[in-house]
């Protein structure tokens, strides 16, 4: 075993040279490069908050989209200036004390995730007595009624006309602080004594309620922090593309975050980040399929649509041949990095003697 001395210093080394590839990314990278590292960030914690949720606790939970929107909405209402809110209410005057909130975007993040946490325990109360299918589509209602009420609350939302011009303090910096923040607790409560309880009530919630366990109560938790998570990738999000609406918190969004979690693996936090990777970059890559090509003299015109036909048959063959996910349930540690490192050192060695 690795000493903690040597991990913190190997974590240390591991942040510095991230925050070196931000800081040379936002000088040599041109815009379309940079939203796609902003789009890895985001999405990583989405999927690691779902993961929480789904893979580490057993709680098949569709309601994603909906603690996005609680963070996008709290967020940019607190960021906006108030000059702005007040031009941009055109159907109604923006309600007091919407009007004249504002807090720093640090702030405003915080307090969206919150405000979505605080609505993941409303909602657990009722939903968590449920299991299976049934959490799910009760999970997926609820996500549907705030996507709704956004929609009809119009003097503190704009109703179907959203928010627009929402100030663009999400970049690098910011997305990759919260998502090493985002990794860095979740990791912390998972190593604990609370993370095995979680993977007893994932496992087998019978036994674990004949061990002692308060198997609500644990679910609870685990369901609170995936929802203040998703409420901060929610904020994030809103703050990067700088526009928000009720129609965007569909049901496609939440499985788009299901998507990153499954084809990474269940139950690993390494898992989330590559799925998280593969997917964001491969959506990105295919776009040239539908653009045209040209080879020597001969033009082919892209087909539009082809993008996501062959995504979706990508996706098709992981989920046949690799069901698992790209990962499984691996997770990346420093102590397993040095096994590997000493057997590749080690064959070299042999390979060379002999």
């Known amino acids: 075993m690795m000493k903690n001395s040597k991990k913190l ?7 510095g040279l ?28 989405l999927a690691i908050s779902l993961n929480l949720i789904y893979g580490f606790t057993g709680m098949f939970s569709l309601a994603h ?7 996008a909405y709290v967020t940019a209402i607190l960021i906006l200036p108030a000059a702005q809110k007040e031009m941009m209410y055109i159907l109604e005057p923006m309600m007091w004390p ?27 109360l009722p939903c968590l007595k449920l299991g299976g299918d049934y959490l799910g589509i009760a999970t997926l209602g609820f996500g549907e009624i705030i996507r709704v009420l956004f929609t009809n609350m119009t003097p503190v939302t704009n109703g179907a006309l959203g928010l627009k011009g929402i100030p663009a303090y999400a970049n690098l910096g910011w997305n990759y602080f ?34 002692g ?3 609500f109560r644990t679910k609870t938790i685990s369901f609170v922090v995936g929802a203040f998570f998703a409420g901060v990738g929610g904020a994030l999000m809103g703050s990067l593309i700088t526009t928000i609406d009720p129609k965007m918190f569909n049901f496609q969004l939440t499985f ?25 970059v491969l959506l990105e890559w295919l776009r040239f399929v539908e653009d045209s090509i040209m080879i020597g003299s001969w033009e082919f015109a892209g087909i539009p649509g082809m993008r996501m036909l062959i995504f979706s048959l990508l996706l098709l063959f992981i989920i046949l041949y690799r069901r698992e996910g ?19 050192f080690k064959g070299k060695g042999a390979r060379a003697n002999g």
């Open 213 to 215: 366990i308060n198997t």
């Open 256 to 280: 788009n975050i299901l998507m990153f979690v499954v084809v990474g693996g269940l139950g690993s936090i390494t898992g989330s980040i590559i799925g998280t990777v593969v997917i964001t």
């Open 98 to 124: 919407f009007s004249v909130m504002h807090a720093p975007f640090f702030i405003a993040v915080i307090a969206g995730g919150l405000v979505a946490a605080f609505v993941g325990l409303l909602m657990a």
């Open 9 to 15: 210093i190997l974590n240390a080394l591991s942040l």
């Open 326 to 344: 790209i990962i499984g349930g691996y997770e990346f540690s420093w102590d397993s990095a040095s096994r590997l490192a000493k057997r590749i």
């Open 178 to 211: 919260w998502c090493v923040i985002t990794c860095y607790v979740i990791i912390k409560l998972l190593s604990s004594n609370f993370g095995n309880t979680l993977r007893a009530v994932r496992d087998d919630e019978v036994a674990a309620k004949a061990m």
């Open 65 to 71: 989209a909906g603690f996005m929107a609680i963070g």
């Open 18 to 45: 991230l925050a070196l590839f931000l800081w040379w990314a936002q000088g040599n990278l041109d815009g379309y490069k940079i939203q796609v590292l902003n789009l890895i960030a985001v999405n990583a914690i």
